[in-house]
């Protein structure tokens, strides 16, 4: 049965016996306590997480930073969080990972919470993170031709390259 009762220090203290060091790091932010995890790693923290403390994903979503103020060129591009939640204290955590350009992806975590699916999908659909492991890896908002990621900092707002891969539809009066 999974402690439900744990306070911040004595999570961290047990999560790093369970895992070993060095297997993620700790930022806090207003009352968010956040996990920082490298993508090898993430399936291993979320399922210890899951199952040895109760957690439970409600939330999972990506970032693009590009030409985030204060980014260093070694800092990876984009981040994929999972927001986390003990229903039995109400307490959240944030975990997050990180992947980069050209080819930026993670590990599914379908196999954990079968919920995260279609969340995978949004995040492929408008960041282009493939989640390695993924049962239907596939489009949800965009239209199947589309071919590129509308979220990510380099889409152009204006121009070509804002709808130039939709088909045009027209429609005869009748």
Same mark, same amino acid.
């Given at each position: *049965? ?11 203290? @047990? ?9 993620? $790091?700790?930022s ?15 399936i ?6 899951? @199952?040895?403390?109760? !957690?439970?994903?409600t ?5 693009? !930073?590009?030409? &985030?103020?204060?980014? $260093? ?5 984009? #981040?994929?969080? &999972?927001?986390?939640?003990? !229903?039995?204290? $109400? ?10 350009d050209? @080819?930026?992806s ?12 279609? *969340?995978?999908? #949004?995040?492929?659909?408008? &960041? ?20 590129s ?5 380099? &889409? ?10 939709f088909?045009?539809?027209?429609? #005869?009066? $009748?």
């Open positions: *049965m999974p402690n439900a009762t744990k306070t911040a220090p004595t999570l961290l203290r @047990d999560l790093r016996g369970k895992l070993g060091e060095g297997v993620f $790091s700790v806090e932010h207003l009352d968010n306590l956040r996990l920082l995890v490298p993508a090898a790693r993430a291993e923290l979320l399922t210890e997480l899951r @199952d040895g403390f109760g !957690y439970h994903l939330e999972l979503g990506g970032i693009d !930073y590009l030409g &985030y103020p204060g980014r $260093s060129a070694a800092r990876p591009r984009f #981040e994929v969080h &999972y927001v986390l939640l003990n !229903y039995e204290t $109400s307490t959240r955590l944030i975990v997050k990972t990180f992947a980069n050209p @080819d930026p993670v590990p599914s975590v379908v196999g954990l919470w079968k919920g995260a699916e279609w *969340m995978e999908r #949004e995040v492929f659909d408008m &960041y282009g993170i493939v989640f390695e492991g993924h049962p239907d890896l596939r489009r949800i908002l965009m239209p199947d031709n589309f071919r990621f509308p979220l990510r900092k380099d &889409y152009p707002l204006r121009g070509r390259g804002e709808r130039h891969n088909e045009r539809v027209t429609r #005869e009066d $009748s």
